[in-house]
């Protein structure tokens, strides 16, 4: 039996927002899945729904965490020089947010990765006194040599599995291109520690790949961002490691059961960013898969659900799937606890209005996702000097965030090219476009806003 703390326990809930109905012969169904996690509070003993048994976490002051920060310390650092002294303040910006207890490291990633602090193929235990000490460690750190980040990740991932923790987290600083490494190397790299800790990752300056860093920040269930003028970095720096400190709950999975017949076309989060997790599937026993979802604080998160059911005569009606919140089993032993469920159904009906209405939720987060593809197309378009496709695609990107009220991403937009026009995407690329403006637009192309209620 599921062992619940009575002090502050996470509560899980999944709600279900669809269109149950199809007309005769419509096979395919669509559902977003809002998953909202809440702090809950003392409980007598009785766990309410959803919450997290006490053997999944720690009670009192928040789960156990270890973080490893990897900085980039290759040679290009020091162009400009205040470059690699912002990224050392911004370092020991987020060791001092660290809540006491947590144990941490930080690797200098060049070529090769080196364990900085505490230096010991270990990690430190947060208070007054190692927190001094890593700062200490980080006004030695220059700046010289390549960059191989996947050997940063690895070493992480040594640190961090060493570690008996809940919650374990890398952050991870680069502003130069991953030279010293085949990507098939970086790529193995990301398969090995995929599943084992979640990973933020930032570039800062310009002359970064943003399609790097987005896919460590994807393969790590992190996130990712530009931090164009180094003067940011701290402030974003503190900002992450207080989110990584929010954690309560580690590997929370999203499992979909579904019957025979049924086919699943995919799998996707769509806030608070598009993140396809179809492909990200783990067998979980007859006809059921896991997703992962990563770590979870106070927070609430949406996924969009695609299956193809059989086809099936009018007045007919089925589970079309079974969505559940899945933590897996404790170490110990023992058996995954469910923490919460929901449910996509299937009904067939003549009526042409019900079959016909699309569900507000999905059919915002359909345009919040085409838009992060459009603006994706249109950026590589203009790259490669398809000035008519950049501005089809590019104009789609300013309708669409226009219409789903995305003002953050409209802004961003209106970097890259004149608006004429949101509400029929009329717009002209710009002759000019700081580079800054132009990967910024990229790398946050996938950040959504929730669906207006």
């Not at 991953?178 to 098939?184: D, G, L, Y």
């Not at 269930?221 to 164009?228: E, N, R």
């Not at 720096?237 to 059961?257: C, I, S, Y």
Request: glycine share 10%; with cysteine.
């Amino acid at each position: 039996m599921a062992n619940f703390s009575k002090s502050k326990v996470p509560q899980f809930s999944v709600e279900v927002y669809q269109n149950a109905y199809l007309p005769e012969g419509g096979r395919e169904v669509n559902a977003i899945v809002t998953v909202t996690s809440t702090g809950g509070g003392t409980t007598g003993g009785v766990p309410p729904a959803g919450a997290v048994p006490a053997d999944a976490r720690r009670p009192g002051r928040g789960a156990d965490a270890a973080v490893v920060l990897m900085v980039d310390c290759s040679g290009s650092m020091d162009y400009p020089p205040t470059k690699m002294r912002n990224a050392r303040d911004a370092t020991a910006a987020a060791i001092d947010t660290l809540r006491d207890g947590t144990r941490f490291a930080v690797v200098a990633g060049t070529h090769v990765a080196k364990d900085v602090y505490p230096g010991d193929g270990r990690l430190a235990t947060a208070d007054a006194r190692t927190k001094a000490q890593a700062k200490e460690a980080l006004r030695h750190l220059g700046a010289g040599g390549g960059t191989a980040i996947g050997t940063w990740l690895r070493l992480a991932d040594r640190l961090l599995a060493a570690s008996d923790v809940d919650i374990r987290h890398g952050i991870l600083l680069t502003d130069g291109r991953n030279e010293h490494e085949s990507p098939e190397d970086l790529r193995a790299a990301l398969d090995a520690c995929a599943g084992r800790f979640t990973c933020d990752a930032r570039g800062v300056g310009t002359d970064w790949e943003v399609k790097e860093v987005t896919a460590i920040a994807s393969a790590l269930l992190g996130t990712a961002d530009i931090v164009a003028d180094p003067v940011g970095l701290a402030a974003d720096f503190t900002h992450m490691m207080e989110n990584a400190m929010g954690k309560e709950v580690a590997d929370v999975a999203l499992r979909l059961w579904t019957p025979v017949g049924v086919e699943i076309v995919f799998v996707k989060q769509v806030a608070p960013a598009v993140a396809d997790l179809t492909d990200r599937r783990t067998e979980a026993g007859p006809r059921a898969g896991d997703y992962p979802t990563g770590s979870w604080g106070d927070e609430s998160r949406d996924y969009h659900v695609c299956v193809r059911v059989p086809q099936a005569g009018i007045g007919q009606e089925m589970l079309a799937a079974r969505v559940s919140l899945i933590l897996p089993a404790p170490s110990g032993g023992g058996v995954p606890h469910t923490l919460s469920q929901g449910l996509v159904r299937a009904v067939w009906t003549d009526d042409m209005v019900a079959s016909t209405s699309i569900n507000p939720q999905v059919a915002h987060y359909t345009g919040q996702a085409e838009l992060a593809q459009v603006i994706q197309q249109g950026l590589d378009a203009r790259k490669s000097g398809d000035f008519d496709g950049a501005t089809a695609k590019l104009g789609r990107a300013v309708q669409l965030a226009s219409a789903s009220g995305n003002a953050d991403t409209a802004k961003l937009l209106s970097k890259v090219v004149d608006v004429v026009d949101a509400a029929t995407g009329t717009v002209r690329l710009k002759a000019r476009v700081a580079e800054a403006d132009e990967m910024t637009l990229e790398t946050r192309s996938t950040k959504t806003v929730r669906v207006k209620k």
